[in-house]
């Protein structure tokens, strides 16, 4: 389908155009011009990975798809785990030569915690949590098949609400003792509306989306102010949380506007043609933003009104690039 290509294509740049902005947030001075600036942008595009796993759940809960455990598994190995293997490596790699650079301790142990801990990279923590949903998937196509619409509804709501509590404690606690076998828990929700919304002969009414949306970015910005001003800005940042009650509504209002689109033939393919390469942009993308910042060019720096969309544009071209060359390669190509 046309629109999930465009939902993976917008929802990538929004990654990019996130963790840019992101730095804004957190190293501007708090409530200055420049900080509001990073914080709008920042919550713009909160929605950009629980639209992935919507869009993972629109995919591979696709009651059309008819395949075993077995070979469902076969697949996930070649397209997420192998990718996963070779970019723990290789950020691992990444990492040492940062830290040589910038004088900093990066050895043998610190290389196992970060992969014991899930994190070889920051960015690698969503490849490690979305293994969790795929090793449940053929449980979730059984719940599918079985259960009504309302039903899934229902179980939808109630996950969303544990997992919204789950994301509070973890703001306003010092317990960071997370497993990260454990991190897919939170987003099945997020995985099973996918598939709801995606199977939908609603369109979700237009307005109203757009109106959820647009109320749940200004919450998310205003929240994140009044918290942070009150209690810190790692506080504040709640508001940030994939999960939070402002970034919940506001991904799946946006999960039905994404929905609503339509493309010409042409467009469709291009999209299509971006649209398989949004892993490799999502794993190389890192790189481009660290050596921008080791060469001291912050988006906080430059008027971050035009930095952030403009750097933005730059990195997910060069990283377009990088993933379109990988392609090409015949054993590279299997791990992007």
Not at 73 to 95: E, G, Q, S
């Amino acid at each position: 389908m046309a629109w999930l290509d465009a939902a993976r294509v917008i929802s990538i740049f929004a990654v990019v155009f996130l963790h840019i902005s992101a730095s804004v947030v957190t190293e501007a001075d708090f409530g200055s011009l420049t900080w509001w600036h990073g914080n709008i942008y920042d919550s713009l595009v909160r929605w950009c990975v629980p639209v992935f796993v919507m869009i993972s759940g629109a995919l591979l809960l696709d009651e059309s798809r008819v395949e075993n455990a077995a070979a469902f598994y076969r697949r996930r190995v070649k397209r997420i785990v192998l990718p996963l293997m070779f970019w723990t490596i290789a950020f691992i790699f990444w990492n040492a030569i940062k830290a040589r650079f910038s004088g900093a301790e990066f050895g043998l142990a610190e290389a196992v915690k970060s992969v014991a801990r899930g994190k070889p990279h920051y960015h690698m923590w969503f490849l490690f949590m979305i293994v969790g949903l795929y090793l449940f998937t053929p449980l979730f196509r059984t719940l599918v098949r079985h259960s009504k619409r309302s039903e899934l509804w229902f179980f939808v709501a109630v996950m969303f609400f544990f997992s919204a509590l789950d994301e509070l404690y973890g703001a306003f606690s010092d317990d960071d003792g997370e497993v990260f076998l454990f991190w897919f828990l939170p987003y099945v929700p997020y995985f099973i509306c996918g598939h709801l919304i995606a199977t939908s002969k609603r369109d979700g009414g237009k307005l109203v989306s757009l109106m959820v949306f647009v109320a749940s970015v200004f919450l998310t910005a205003v929240g994140c102010y009044f918290l942070a001003h009150r209690q810190g800005l790692d506080r504040g940042l709640y508001f940030y949380g994939y999960l939070s009650i402002s970034v919940i509504p506001m991904s799946i209002a946006l999960m039905w506007l994404l929905k609503s689109l339509s493309f010409s033939e042409p467009v469709a393919e291009r999209l299509g043609v971006v649209s398989a390469l949004t892993l490799g942009i999502y794993l190389v993308h890192p790189v481009f933003l660290e050596s921008v910042r080791f060469f001291y060019f912050k988006a906080k720096d430059y008027y971050p009104l035009l930095s952030v969309p403009v750097l933005s544009v730059l990195i997910f071209g060069g990283s377009l690039m990088v993933a379109l060359v990988l392609r090409k390669v015949p054993y590279l190509k299997r791990v992007i």
